[in-house]
Nanobody
Framework: QLQASGGGLVQTGGSLRLSCVSS????????VGWFRQAPGKDREFVAS????????IYADSVKGRFIISRDNGKNTVYLQMNSLKFDDTAIYYC?????????????????WGQGTLVTVSS
């Protein structure tokens, strides 16, 4: 129901933009979040954006480097990732929230995409 794309291999300091596309029904009136899971680690929250885009939350580890945005006309949410670090290497997942605002907890999201792999080389 959610399709994440845009991952790839990038050098430290580089940039990537991830996209998450879904149906209007899935995104409508719902917040969307990005999570990531690195090898051998638990899934962690990265960023979220409210339905109208008036509220964003970022993990401390990405604040100032990543920007989440959305285009509701295209049913798409973006994650612009700048100044990438080796520790940003992970599979990135997008998820649709249960309401128009959603926070850091994975339980606040009920639809998940399949993930896209981001590899940052040092």
């Amino acid at each position: 129901q959610l399709q994440a794309s845009g991952g790839g291999l990038v050098q430290t300091g580089g940039s990537l933009r991830l996209s998450c596309v879904s149906s209007k029904r899935t995104f409508s009136n719902n917040a969307v979040g990005w999570f990531r899971q690195a090898p051998g680690k638990d899934r962690e929250f990265v960023a979220s954006i409210s339905w109208r885009g008036d509220g964003t939350i970022y993990a401390d580890s990405v604040k100032g480097r990543f920007i989440i945005s959305r285009d509701n006309g295209k049913n798409t949410v973006y994650l612009q990732m700048n100044s990438l670090k080796f520790d940003d290497t992970a599979i990135y997942y997008c998820a649709a929230g249960r309401s128009s605002y959603a926070g850091r907890a994975s339980g606040a999201y009920n639809y998940w995409g399949q993930g896209t792999l981001v590899t940052v080389s040092s």
